[in-house]
C-alpha cells in the first residue's frame, strides 16, 4: 500500500538559488539508504550572474553525494584534487567516508546563457562498515548509464539495480536508483526487488490508485506493494530506494551511526583537519553555531547544498 506522500518544501541555499527539500521528511527520514534529496531548480539563468549561486567549500562525513543535472552544468572541487565538470546525464559520485571538503561552482556563464540549470542532489548513507572509508570521487558519462525505451517510455538506470538493468556506478549496499520519463497515458511500475520503494515526480502528473499526484511530491510504499503509475501528462520521476541501513544521525552534512562521530566531525573541521580543495581554499563555510539538536528528531542546521 501506499505507505506516505512527502510534499517537497522550500528551502534557501542563500540569495541566488532555492530548492525544493523531499528528504529527510520527519515522518520518513530514509528511503533505503537515502537519507537526502534537493531538487534545484529549473532556474532560468541570466548572464551576467546578477546574484551569487556558488556553494563554498564544506565538509561531509558518512555519506556519499549524488549529483544528477537535467539541464546547465556545476564545476566539482573536492578535497582530493579532483576539479570536475558535470553535465546533464552524468552521474557525480563522492564518497566522504572518514571525511572530504567539496564545492560545487557556475563558472561558465556561457554554457549557461539563455539555458536552465536543474539538478538532483542525493545523499547516500554507508553501512558502518564503510564509514571511515577513504574518501573516493568518480564521474559517470551518461554512455556508461543503461537506457531501456519501450512505448511511452524511456528509462535510464542512475546507479544499484533494477528491472533487470545495472551498470558499473559503483554502490556501498544494494539500492536502485532510476531516471524515467513516461508519456501521457503510459503505465509503469515500481521495481520489486527492493525492500523500500519510492518515486519523486520532478514534473508532470501521475494516479496511483485513483488519486492524482503532481510534481514535487514523493510517494513512498511498503514492501511487496506493486502500484500501477499513469501518467496523465508527459511525466519525469525519479525512482529510488534500496534495503535499509538503520538509523542514522544527521547534524548539517555529516552523517553517523554513532552520535560521538558527528561531535568529532563538528572538530574536525573547525580545527582544519577536514583538508579544504586544493584548488579552491581561499574561502569555506563555517561550522554553523552549534545550537542545533542531533536528529534523530529535532532541529537540524540547513545542510550546505547543491552536495
Known amino acids: 500500500m501506499l505507505e506516505l506522500v512527502i510534499n517537497a518544501r522550500k528551502a534557501s541555499l542563500g540569495e541566488g538559488m532555492d530548492v525544493k527539500r523531499i528528504l529527510p ?29 556558488d556553494v563554498l567549500p564544506h ?31 552524468e552521474v557525480n559520485w563522492m564518497t566522504a567516508g572518514k571525511g572530504i571538503a567539496h564545492s560545487e561552482r557556475f563558472e561558465d556563464p556561457a554554457a549557461l546563457a539563455g539555458g536552465t540549470l536543474e539538478m538532483i542532489q542525493t545523499w547516500v548513507a554507508l553501512p558502518e562498515k564503510d564509514e571511515e572509508s577513504n574518501p573516493s ?3 559517470y558519462k551518461s554512455e556508461q548509464l543503461p537506457i531501456f525505451t519501450d512505448k511511452g517510455i524511456w528509462m535510464r538506470l542512475i546507479a544499484g539495480d533494477a528491472f533487470g538493468l545495472k ?7 544494494p539500492l536502485f536508483y532510476l ?10 511500475g515500481l521495481p520489486k526487488e527492493h525492500s523500500e520503494r519510492g518515486f519523486y515526480i520532478v514534473k508532470g502528473s501521475i494516479e496511483v490508485g485513483g488519486n ?7 510517494l513512498v510504499f511498503t514492501k511487496g506493494v506493486d502500484p500501477v503509475i499513469l501518467a496523465k501528462v508527459k511525466t519525469t520521476l525519479l525512482m529510488l530506494g534500496g534495503e535499509p541501513l538503520g538509523e542514522r544521525f544527521i547534524w548539517w552534512n555529516f552523517v553517523s551511526s554513532r552520535k560521538e562521530r558527528i561531535e568529532q566531525a563538528k572538530a574536525d573541521w573547525k580545527e582544519g583537519r577536514i583538508i579544504l580543495p ?3 581554499d581561499k574561502e569555506f563555510v563555517p561550522l554553523p553555531e552549534d545550537k542545533f539538536k542531533l536528529s534523530g528528531g529535532g532541529e537540524n542546521p540547513p545542510p550546505q547544498t547543491l552536495s
Open 25 to 53: 521528511f520527519r515522518l520518513k527520514r530514509m528511503v533505503g539508504p537515502f537519507i537526502f534529496m534537493d531538487h534545484a531548480g529549473p532556474v532560468q539563468i541570466e548572464v551576467p550572474l546578477t546574484k551569487p549561486m
Open 59 to 89: 565538509p561531509h562525513i558518512g555519506l556519499s553525494t549524488v549529483s544528477y543535472l537535467f539541464g546547465g552544468q556545476v564545476t566539482h572541487r573536492d578535497s582530493l584534487g579532483v576539479e570536475q565538470v558535470i553535465k546533464p546525464g
Open 137 to 139: 570521487f568518480e564521474n
Open 167 to 173: 551498470n558499473g556506478v559503483h554502490t556501498h549496499s
Open 179 to 188: 531516471h524515467v520519463e513516461l508519456e501521457a497515458e503510459t503505465r509503469f
Open 212 to 218: 492524482i499526484y503532481n510534481e514535487g511530491q514523493m
Open 278 to 280: 586544493p584548488n579552491d
